[in-house]
């Protein structure tokens, strides 16, 4: 059975940082893209951060380029996404997802077949 739990989010006052975790089991994490999608109330889910199989290649959103980064840690299972500098529009549930085995690397969420319960990050001015 695959999961991904994801972990690290809270409330911060904006300009603050949070480090987002998502830790996979049953798959083979070195085969898959792992990507970072967000849900804000109201809002359609979009797309935040991408990382492919084998870490060379990363694709971000316009509105976090220069403020979060993906990374992952395959001794770990688990990919991370750091936010800095965190505005109130970045409140949201942050979810984690996976794609592949390889496969083309894509943001769309329709090619990601599995999906983390989320984590609620909340930003306070």
């Known amino acids: 059975q695959v999961q991904l739990v994801e972990s690290g989010g809270g409330l911060v006052q904006a300009g603050h940082s949070l480090r987002l975790s998502c830790t996979t089991s049953g798959l083979i994490f070195k085969k898959y893209h792992m990507a970072w999608f967000r849900q804000a109330p109201g809002k359609e889910r979009e797309f935040v951060a991408a990382i492919s199989w084998d870490g060379i290649r990363t694709s971000f959103a316009d509105f976090v380029k220069g403020r979060y980064t993906i990374s992952r840690d395959s001794t770990k299972n688990t990919t991370y996404l750091q936010t800095n500098d965190l505005k109130r529009e970045d409140t949201a549930v942050y979810y984690c997802?996976?794609?592949?085995?390889?496969?083309?690397?894509?943001?769309?969420?329709?090619?990601?077949?599995?999906w983390g319960q989320g984590t609620q990050v909340t930003v306070s001015s």
């Open positions: 997802a996976a794609s592949g085995p390889f496969g083309l690397f894509e943001t769309s969420a329709s090619r990601y077949h599995y």
